[in-house]
């Protein structure tokens, strides 16, 4: 199983630790434009090798997609993250291009490969990947849902004061401040609807808090996050690596699910080998339908900026 990671900044280079950490894969590459900084990146984490005990072999890269050739999984972290203020969309003039030319020159070197896309704003990201390289729906992801979740979970078990291992929870729709919507009335603690153990108020702060996750972490480090960014990827690569057929919210090309065609959205998915290998439908309250509408909208504006 060879994996490549496009962009060996602070997304990048957490989601390698963590797949080379889980020691499913045989290779990962890591390629970025900074002369030497791949290559700088890979060596460092291959020094972790020994002390964290696995032996998956990782390669670093300036610019020469030849060395990414033959890639089962490649994920797209390359272009800018957002600062302290800036909203997501706001990166879209600079990502699109860098995105654009990354997943032509992936797909040319690896044409069965499965795509992962994390650059921002993710779901345009993520249906511009779809219009460049005309790649089978299900071997396009984009990964945002699984980290709202992760960040839902964390807000719910905070509130619930539960282990998190108590907590489900799903966050569908766009990945953005605006756009996400978690299933606050499908969370469970171990079954239990979570609003049997917390306030309407408080569930609706959990919700908000959510939401603005991102910003929330953006507002504190200068910069946007990469650990559960980064975990969040490795969780996605490892489940179509091992064929898991575990179920996550991912940004998929929709053709009349939940009522949505020509969008990339949040929706659940089985990934496995194959990449998605199902749209899980959830039945949605009548105000989550309407919140998964408003949410397509926002990001279908978005798309309109594309030049494609
Ligand atoms: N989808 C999500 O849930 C999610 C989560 C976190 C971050 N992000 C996004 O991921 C992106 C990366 O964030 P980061 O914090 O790692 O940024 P970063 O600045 O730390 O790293 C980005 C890297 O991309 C490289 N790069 C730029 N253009 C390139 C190109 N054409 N080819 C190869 N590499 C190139 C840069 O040299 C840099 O090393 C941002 O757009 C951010 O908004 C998305
Ligand atoms: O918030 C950001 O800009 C980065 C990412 O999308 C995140 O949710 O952490």
Redesign the pocket.
Known sequence: MKVTV?????????CAEYIAIKDFASEVVI????EG?AEGKAMDLMQTASLNGFDTKITGST?DYSKTAGSDIAVI??????KPGMT?EE?IGI?AG?VK??AQNLVKESPNVILI????P?DTMTYLAHKVTGLPKNRII???GA??SARFKYRLAEALEAPISDIDGMVIGG?SDTGMVPLASQATRNSVRVSEFISEDRLQQVVEDTKVG?ATLTKLLG????YA?GA?VSALVQAIACDQKKMFPCSTMLDGEYGLSDICIGVPVILGKNGIEKIVDVPLSDAEKAKMKESAEGVKKTNGLLDV
């Open positions: 496009v962009g060996a900044g602070a997304v990048g280079a957490s390629l970025d434009i900074k900084y610019s972290t390359s272009g800018i993250p957002r997501r990166l990502n860098i030319t990354v896309v994390v650059s921002n993710m984009g990964m945002g980290l709202d990945h991102g910069t946007s996050a990469w960014p969040a």
